[in-house]
């Protein structure tokens, strides 16, 4: 079984990482046993990524300024903010996905599992590997529905039970029932709602550490929003999801904490986004500590 926590570098050989479920005790604990478990109920929650000031350019231009902020195990966080405050450049950052940008450079460090995924001996297909990303807009080969699920595993190697993981990975997000019975028809002739769901089936296919969902629901109608905002509810605890969203309702629906961006005004008066404030979702919403944060959660700006 492969745990981040233990490895020395991101290994591209590595199997993705699995959790196993605890089950609860039919028995009550009671003395030391029940002590150390006391302490675990209420032991600090996991951290998934540690970001520490990051800052982020493309050519001379700065993107984003000085970020640092904690993503926690089996939660969803929620970026939000206007536009062009660097949500989605910090969220593309936690799976090296800039680094196809001629122009990138990134500045401070983006720890995953206390590893530097910007680290001279880290493998980029390995982090996306852990670490898997769905687009704004639904983006299905034109393949079938079948080879779409099975792509990136008979690229990994993972031919194993390949039917049986299809079947999984479909159900996991929600669209098995619907397309069970014709799995070979192309993927093209799925609605918006269901092509973003079979990417999200594409994506934990290879049962990653981590979802990344940048605005996945911003061109769907509102059933299929609710559609998409059921699975990551359904999905939350088996795979820690960031979300960027410019719906703060959806934010406040299925957050657990909330992250709010912003434009300031650098030294050089060109605007740069940077990070405002992390609290969980409730707090955000309802007693922010900073003003700027609480003129644009009540519409103020924005």
């Not at 350019?57 to 062009?84: C, D, M, Q, W």
């Not at 800039?98 to 980029?124: A, M, T, W």
């Not at 955000?284 to 009540?298: A, E, L």
């Amino acid at each position: 079984m492969s745990n981040p926590d233990s490895i020395s570098r991101l290994d591209p050989t590595a199997p993705p990482t699995r959790r196993v479920r605890i089950q609860s005790e039919t028995a009550p604990r009671t003395g030391a046993a029940a002590s150390e478990a006391q302490g675990h109920r209420f032991a600090a929650p996991e951290i998934v990524f540690d970001a520490k000031n990051v800052s982020v350019f493309y050519g001379s231009k700065e993107a984003l300024n000085g970020v640092s902020l904690g993503v926690r195990r089996g939660e969803i966080t929620a970026l939000i903010g206007p536009s062009g405050c660097g949500k989605t450049t910090f969220l593309r950052s936690l799976n090296r996905m800039n680094d196809s940008v001629p122009s990138f450079r990134i500045e401070g460090q983006i720890l995953y599992h206390g590893h530097d995924i910007y680290g001279g001996n880290v493998d980029q297909v390995e982090v996306r590997r852990r670490i898997g990303m769905v687009f704004q807009k639904p983006n299905p080969f034109p393949k079938s529905i079948y080879d779409n699920i099975a792509w990136a595993p008979r690229n990994l190697g993972l031919k194993k039970d390949l039917d049986d993981r299809v079947e999984k990975a479909l159900r996991g997000a929600a669209l098995w029932n619907e397309v069970k019975d014709r799995l070979k028809d192309s993927a093209l002739g799925l609605s918006g709602g269901q092509q973003q769901r079979l990417c999200i089936a594409r994506a934990i296919a290879i049962e990653p550490d981590v979802l990344l969902l940048d605005e996945p629901a911003s061109a769907l109608d509102p059933i299929a929003t609710g559609a998409i905002e059921d699975l990551m509810h359904s999905l939350k605890g088996r795979f820690t999801i960031v979300i960027v969203t410019h719906n703060m309702q959806q934010a406040a629906r299925v957050a657990d904490r909330t992250a709010f961006f912003s434009l300031e005004s650098s030294s050089d008066a060109r605007s740069v986004g940077t990070l405002i404030e992390l609290d969980d979702t409730e707090t955000i919403f309802s007693h922010p500590r900073d003003p700027r944060t609480r003129d644009y959660v009540t519409g103020r700006f924005g």
